[in-house]
């Protein structure tokens, strides 16, 4: 047979070498002169552990192909095949095709320059690698198959099939190759890491991912599937332990795309990938690689992580309608404190390219912000991974936009996540993320913290800049975390704040504020957790009673703050624009705009009167405990100024007109009628002392351990 091979790398190279040694006559072209230059003086080498020769090898560059060519091959990566095409344009012999031994779905571009009748395809799953100008590996024998495009065997095609090293006929080529798209879209996503082929493929972290993607491309094809060495498209779960024995029997470790990226660093087949398939898992994994290959990042673990978190942003983070956008390859700076961490943001809260969206609909179909909020240019600037706009309540008024779903609780989905962080904390608490930013006016970090399982942090007033965030309550807003424990979230503080973490004391005194802790509205279910989690902690640490009264008596100042504040932030749209609110947010600010100023101005002295006092409440103890809410997962968040939603942030809003930092940690759990939902327990310190609250928590969290149940 008479054969011109068009691109003689891996692939190419491999076949050509085979069919050279079987005595074909074959022409080889490369656009490599050096490439070229090495096979036309040396031959053609194939090494590896399936067999090592030499075989004399004519080659050309492009410019001096024959006029004529009677069969040609194109086995140039998938973005060349365009100019391969061009090439043959008017070449080809009257009897003569081009047959593909490309990835992707190339044969239209072919048939655009040729005619769809004279191309072929083929699918080629033996791995190879180009290693030096004439030198070929051969790292394994696997699938080669034959077929036309339009389906049948035709007298060409078995021919062909006769001809080239281990290839046998199909009459349903097509079905091979997306099958091949589909094996290809996992190894696309494990090009993103460092990791081989075969250890991306078995560790159980990234089976999801690896399962999602390749689900998602076989969904688009228009053909069966076929199975082909391990892979099997009705056997999904089966195919990953397949594939690992196939891929540890090969001497190719790695990808041909992290070739590219790592080893010679030039343009990979992304492009294609994304122009071929739909489906937002293959659009982040390529996104991801643009961004490689544009130096923005490196292939690393830490991007594998990524992509495992933006599925589970779809799988789990999605049915909670916690999720606003996902980010497919956030900028981050390549190193830092922290490198790889996963963060979602509540979408108030300005990222760059992506609307504010406030919960709200006309917000959400906004213009983009211009520039990141100086916290999340803060979470770049230590490496951080800001991968997702995670949902909230209408600007964080505590009510519900009929038109936005609110976040449902991870433990039961029938219930809220709370407000109105309750998307961070949804994520937090569904194991999407470890840490997300929320914002907190009087209890919205923290109580669905308490609702969700997960710890919530509601730093020292001013401690995090709120520069770039939609304001509420401008002398009661507080950006803060919500975390899987106390170590990220004090990270993640640190990191933003440019501090370092603090070492645990060595010695740590509780306040335990009796008016809370045995406030008659607490529920049984809670009343009882957090019985049960004091009598842990007095059998760990010093404790003392103290009279937290004063803290009741200042909460007394909050409605008219909040609601006067809201009110003047939000007048000039509501007086213009009423329509974009949904009814119960509307609703709470026409009645904001009856508090007076002086009202306002009395209940911000009174709050200045009582603050000396309630400064005192920490006088001998490092740490105030108290409730975080009196119930647990509602199931619906209680608008702030109904009294469900007073009761609510009965033991939230006072630090937040103190100023003082406050965490929540889980303590238990609600077994009563609920069915089980997770119950928080809330610590405070001084204004200031952001850090040693923080330190005093990791030392409470082990204490406080609970028995874990899985999320729903």
């Known amino acids: 047979m008479q054969l011109t091979i068009i691109g003689v790398g891996a692939i190419g190279g491999t076949i050509a070498a085979h069919l050279i040694r079987a005595g074909h006559d074959v022409l080889l072209c490369d656009a490599d002169p050096a490439h070229v230059e090495a096979i036309n003086r040396q031959g053609l080498s194939i090494c590896g552990p399936v067999e090592n020769f030499t075989v004399p090898a004519t080659a050309v560059l492009p410019d001096d192909l024959p006029v004529t060519v009677a069969r040609a091959a194109v086995a140039t990566k998938s973005h060349h095949t365009a100019a391969a095409a061009e090439l043959l344009r008017g070449r080809l012999a009257p009897d003569g095709y081009v047959v593909s031994f490309q990835n992707g779905l190339t044969t239209g571009t072919l048939a655009a320059a040729v005619g769809p009748e004279r191309v072929l395809a083929s699918f080629v799953n033996f791995g190879a690698d180009w290693l030096e100008p004439g030198l070929i590996m051969q790292g394994n024998i696997g699938t080669f198959r034959v077929g036309e495009p339009a389906g049948g065997l035709s007298e060409r095609v078995r021919e062909l099939a006769a001809a080239l090293p281990y290839a046998e006929p199909t009459d349903n080529i097509l079905g091979f190759l997306w099958g091949k798209e589909a094996y290809g879209a996992m190894l696309y996503a494990g090009a993103v890491s460092d990791l081989s082929i075969a250890d991306s493929l078995e560790d159980p972290k990234w089976r999801p991912l690896m399962l999602a993607i390749a689900r998602e491309v076989l969904a688009q094809a228009p053909v069966r599937p076929e199975a082909f060495d391990g892979f099997d498209p009705g056997d999904l779960e089966g195919s990953l332990a397949r594939l690992v024995a196939f891929n540890r029997g090969s001497a190719k470790s790695h990808s041909g795309i992290y070739r590219d990226l790592m080893v010679r660093k030039r343009k990979t087949e992304v492009d294609d990938l994304l122009r071929d398939l739909n489906g937002p898992l293959t659009t982040y994994a390529g996104e991801l690689i643009r961004a490689i290959e544009r130096g923005e990042r490196t292939c690393e673990v830490a991007n594998l992580e990524l992509l495992a978190a933006q599925e589970r942003a779809l799988r789990l983070g999605g049915p909670l309608n916690a999720v606003v956008a996902v980010f497919p390859a956030p900028a981050r700076q390549p190193d830092g404190p922290l490198h790889g961490v996963l963060i979602a943001v509540k979408d108030l809260i300005d990222v760059a390219g992506h609307p504010r969206g406030n919960g709200n609909p006309h917000d959400m179909a906004g213009a983009p912000a211009a520039a990141d909020a100086p916290v999340v240019a803060a979470l770049r600037a230590a490496g951080a991974d800001v991968f997702a706009a995670a949902s909230l309540l209408e600007y964080a008024a505590g009510a519900v936009h009929p038109d936005v779903p609110e976040a449902r609780n991870p433990f039961d989905p029938g219930r809220t996540a709370g407000g109105s962080s309750g998307g961070s904390a949804a994520l937090v608490g569904a194991g999407v993320c470890p840490a997300a930013l929320g914002s907190d006016t009087g209890g919205s970090i923290r109580i669905p913290a308490h609702y969700c399982g997960v710890v919530g942090f509601k730093p020292s007033f001013g401690a995090i800049d ?82 937290g009264s004063v803290l009741s008596e200042i909460a007394g100042s909050f409605g008219d703050i909040i609601l006067f504040e809201a009110w003047q932030v939000h007048r000039a749209q509501v007086d213009s624009h009423p329509e974009r609110y949904g009814p119960e947010t509307l609703r709470l600010l026409r009645t904001a705009s009856h508090v007076t100023e002086d009202a306002y101005r009395a209940a911000g002295r009174r709050r200045d009167d009582l603050l000396p006092r309630a400064a005192q409440v920490y006088r001998g103890v490092d740490v105030l405990v108290t409730p975080a809410a009196p119930f647990a997962a509602p199931v619906t968040t209680p608008p702030v100024d109904t009294p469900e939603g007073e009761l609510e942030g009965l033991f939230t809003g006072v630090f937040n007109l103190t100023g ?53």
């Open 466 to 547: 709120v520069a770039g965030t939609q304001p509420l309550s401008p002398s009661l807003d507080h950006i803060g975390i919500l975390g899987a424990d106390v170590a990220i979230t004090a990270s993640v503080f640190a990191a933003i704040t440019d501090q370092e973490a603090g070492s645990p004391p060595t010695t740590l005194r509780l306040g335990l504020a009796r008016p809370q802790l045995d406030h008659p509205d607490i529920q049984p279910g809670v009343a009882a957790a957090l019985r049960a989690a004091l009598a842990r902690l007095a059998g760990a640490f010093p404790v003392v009673d103290v009279d």
């Open 660 to 712: 003082d930092p406050a965490l929540v940690l889980p303590c238990g759990w609600d077994d009563g009628p609920n069915g089980g939902l997770p119950v928080g327990i809330q610590l405070s310190a001084p204004r200031g002392a952001d850090m040693a609250l923080l330190a005093a928590a990791s030392l409470i969290e082990p204490v406080l351990a609970f028995d874990r149940r899985q999320t729903r």
